[in-house]
């Protein structure tokens, strides 16, 4: 017999497919079970970071960009900058559909990155371009390790966030190593 709380109301005994909820939250019951979303949502933390890391770096090298190509690069990175600091937020709100917290400081994405952070020096400008070929080429990398488990999950908003992003990091990826071609 269920068991009755203070106001007379049937306590409901969680199953399976409505994991317990952490404290005070509400419970979730969307079809992804807690184990997957755990999982992806671990994934989308490291493309998130990635995604953080890439753009302060971006913008970091629109700020020290120098020699015959500044107006150029200055421009390009821009535009790149901007496209990353607005792809931040749809991942770490498809996090929080999932159920868990976004991560959101410098340790977190340090810890969970594999963007490495921008140079204390800045790089010529060339280099710079190198290292956003590297740095859009790894996102793209992480983006693609998270798709087996929204596939397996029918998480399919996870991944269409991922075709999304995969797109944009090929494209801009093939754009800038362009640059470096003689
Ligand atoms: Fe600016």
Known sequence: MAKKNEGGKKLVRATPAAP???PGAVAINIGISATDRAAIA???SHLLADTY???LTTHNFHWNVTGPMFNTLHTMFMAQYTELWNAVDPIAERIRSLGHAAPGSYAQFGALASV????AVPPKALAMVKILVEGHEAVAR???TIFPLADQASDEPTADLLTQRLTVHEQTAWMLR???ET
């Open 20 to 22: 317990v909820a952490a």
């Open 42 to 44: 671990g994934g989308l």
């Open 53 to 55: 890391t890439l753009y």
């Open 116 to 119: 490495p952070d921008a140079p």
């Open 142 to 144: 992480t983006a693609r």
């Open 178 to 180: 362009s640059l470096l």
